[in-house]
C-alpha cells in the first residue's frame, strides 16, 4: 500500500498553493477512567495519507516554488515504557509503511513549523478541520487550528477536508481488495450467529458467535456495534442493547461487519430464529428483497445517486397499497424511514457528497427495510456494492439472502 499512500499525498500536493503547509495528526485514544485510555484508532484521514497506525503521529507536506516536501514525525524510543507498552514505530518501519523518507522526531515538530512560518516565509496551513455539529468536540486539527492562529496571526489557515473526503470516495484496487476481506469475514461471522441461534437464547448471545469469528479470522475490530435484534426489537432502526430474549417465531434483523486493516464491511441480514418464515414474515421479506435486487438492476456509472431512495420508495409505495398497509405514496415513512444507501470505506458511513452521479469505483451500500411495528417484524437487507465500468458488483453476493436458501441453511442446524 505504500505507492497508494504515497498517490495520494501527490494528488493533494497537486492542490495546495505555494508557500504552504498540509498537517494531518494521527490523533490520540481519549482517557476513559483512572489510567486507563479507549482503544486507540488513527484518524482516517491521516492513516489514508500515511497508513501509520500509531498515536501522536504528525504528517507535514511542504510546498515552495512548486516543489513538494514531506516529513513525519514519531516518538523517540523509549527504553523505559518499550518494557511497560511495547516498541513504538522506528523510523525503517515509519519509511516503509508510509513512503515518507524524511523522518523526524515529535520534539521537534515546533522549532520545524516556526522556522517555516518565521523564516521560509509559509503563509498557509492546510488542516483537517472535520466538525460534524457547532457543539462537537474539537478534533486534534480545529484545536491545532486555534493554537496556531493564536501564535502566528499573520498564517491563513484552510480546510482540506472536503479534498482529502472526494478522493476517499473512488476506490482503488488496493482498498476494494481489503473491502472484499472485511465482507469474507463478516459473511462467515453471519454464518456462525446463524448456525448457533435457537429461540429461547439471548441476543447478545447469539451475537457473540458473530464476535468471536472476527477476532479469529483477523478481523482487527468492528466496523461498528453489532445490531442483533429479535422481534419488535428491529423495528428500532439502531437498537444495540442485545439484551433481549429472542421467542419462538420472531425474526432477527443482524446489521453488522467486521473492520479489516481499517476497512468495513456492513452487511445486514434478518432470518427466522424458528427456522422457517411465517406466511405474513415472508411477504414482507420478499418484497424488500424485491426492492434491493431492482436497486441492482439499475447500478451502472453515470446514475444518479439520488435514485437509488426514490426507486425503493416507488416499489413499497405499489406494493404496500396492495397489502393494505398505506394508501397514500408519503406513507411508506412509517414503515420505511432510513436512506437506501451510504459510502462505505474506511468508515462504515464513509465520506463523501450524496449529491452527485455514480463513477466506477465507487463503494456503496444497498439496504432497503421494512419495519412494521404493530406486527413486531423489522426486515433490513444489505449488501456492499461495488460501482464497475458497465454496471456494478455485489462483493457480498456470497452470503445468503433468498428466502430459500436462509431456510435450507436453518434447517440443517
Known sequence: MKDFHVSRRNRIGE???????LLLFAGQAPKKTADEAYKFTPNRNFY?????DEEHVILAVKKQ???ITESLFIKRRDP???KWVGETISEEKAKEVSGVEDIRFLDTFEGFLNLAIAKEDLCRIYLDLEKDSYDSLDTRGVAFAKEILAKYPQVKVKNIYNEICSLRVIKSKEEVDKIRKAIEITGEGILNLMKHAKAGMKENEMEAYFDFTVKSRGGKDF????????GHNATVLHYVANNQEVKENEMVLLDLGAQYEYYHGDISRTFPVSGKFTERQRIFYELVLKAHDEVLKMLRPGVPYSKINE???EIYARELKVLGLIEKDEEVRKYYYHNTSHYLGLDTHDVGKRDVILEEGMVITVEPGLYIEEESIGIRLENDILITKDGCE???KDIMITPDEVEEFLAKR
Open 15 to 21: 492542490m495546495m498553493k505555494d508557500n504552504s503547509m
Open 48 to 52: 489514508y495519507m500515511t497508513g501509520i
Open 65 to 67: 516554488e512548486g516543489k
Open 80 to 82: 523505559v515504557m518499550v
Open 223 to 230: 466496523a461498528f456495534t453489532t445490531i442483533c435484534a429479535g
Open 311 to 313: 426507486l425503493v420508495h
Open 394 to 396: 455485489n462483493l457480498s
